[in-house]
């Protein structure tokens, strides 16, 4: 080849690179759930990142996670296969976070409908517009768990064994994301642990823990465990998966394994608060469970303590993340800081009244 061929090779070689980076550069995020706790936050690291970040947002859905955020909203339902089209078209990478996350729904099929078939309908949407890659944002809802030990991302979890109708549609969702990957959709997917941090709006049933203990509604605890990790890193953690996931692969989202009694007293070390030292037998809580939802199928509203709730803090739902650290090179940020800035936003909503000294 002479000089001047390889001279014009490398021109239309370096223009096309060009091109191909103007428009990754333009190119649009897709954010599902955006609105939520783990959403909001991943909108913050993609904007971060310097993305142009879309969002599917619900009509009259609450906003105030996106308030003063340069995003482009795009109204529509995980339901509505038109407005997912809309949604995803231009879209180089797609987040999908949404979900109906309710441990007691009045009507379970909602959340079949939402958590199942509008993932399908999503997933669908965004590979059918040449989405690069798409990150589904599982739950360890959707894992089995071990007898003796933590759960990594080879336990399967069954619908027999599976409790709950929000766990069973995550189960059905992740293996329907699974499916699609295996046909050739660019999907990874994650699965977050139990999150804490800022901007846990609703909150979760694990800020609702928080806010339990800092209000003083928290006179005894049971034997339950859980695994937290700082929603930041969970943000972090979508952003690795897009970038070094391995498509159809599960990558758990998560840090440090807890009981509940650890929990209540690190939250008494960050508060000056008074330690929890009452323990309940799991009885309790289940009956408590039980009679509080059927009151609530019976007068409306939705129960103190669903009969779902109480089933699952029967266990230990500890977690191993280590393929996401060695793969991803997932965050692991202390624990303690997390926690403290759920409480200072929780006390900044006027959540928690309780002073310090106070009885528990």
């Known amino acids: 080849m002479s000089w001047q061929a390889r001279f014009d090779s490398g021109c239309a070689g370096f223009a096309a690179a060009r091109r191909r980076l103007a ?21 913050r690291a993609l904007i971060e990142r310097g993305d142009h970040v879309r969002c599917l947002v619900r009509q009259g859905s609450d906003r105030a996670n996106l308030e003063g955020l340069d995003v482009e909203l795009v109204t529509g339902d995980l339901r509505d ?8 078209a231009g879209c180089r990478a797609v987040y999908h976070c949404a979900a109906d996350y309710r441990l007691f729904a009045r009507r379970p099929a909602d959340l079949y409908e939402c958590n199942v078939e509008g993932s399908r309908n999503l997933l669908r949407a965004a590979g059918d517009a040449g989405a690069e890659r798409i990150v589904y944002t599982s739950s360890v809802a959707a894992l089995g768990l071990r007898p003796d030990g933590p759960s990594d991302e080879t336990v399967v979890a069954t619908l027999e064994t599976t409790i709950g109708h929000y766990k069973k549609s995550k189960l059905l969702a992740q293996q329907a994301a699974l499916e699609l990957a295996s046909e050739g959709l660019p999907v990874v997917i994650v699965n977050p642990s139990t999150p804490v941090g800022e901007l846990d709006v609703k909150p979760t049933p694990t800020g609702r823990i928080i806010v339990d203990y800092l209000a003083g509604r928290m006179p005894a605890y049971v034997d339950t465990g859980l695994n937290l990790i700082d929603v930041r890193d ?21 840090h440090r394994d807890m009981t509940l009694e650890q929990i209540l007293d690190l939250l008494s070390e960050l508060t000056g608060l ?13 009956a408590v469970g039980a009679l509080s939802t059927a009151w609530a199928r019976l007068a409306g509203g939705e129960p103190r303590v669903s009969l779902e709730s109480a089933r699952m803090a029967t266990k230990r739902m500890f977690f191993d993340a280590g393929k996401a650290v060695r793969e991803l090179g997932l965050p692991q940020s202390p624990i303690e800081g997390a926690l403290a800035r759920a409480v200072e936003y ?3 909503r006027g ?5 310090r000294g106070a009885g528990a």
């Open 274 to 286: 008074p330690a929890v030292r009452w323990r309940l037998p799991h009885a309790v809580p289940l």
């Open 23 to 43: 428009v990754t550069a333009s190119a649009t995020t897709l954010v599902t759930g955006g609105t939520g706790f783990v959403g909001a936050h991943l909108v």
């Open 346 to 348: 929780f006390r900044g």
């Open 234 to 254: 969970v943000a972090a953690g979508h952003l690795l998966a897009e970038t070094r996931g391995r498509i159809g692969e599960i990558y758990i989202l998560g």
């Open 351 to 355: 959540l928690g009244a309780r002073v």
């Open 81 to 88: 296969r038109a407005s997912l089209v809309r949604a995803v």
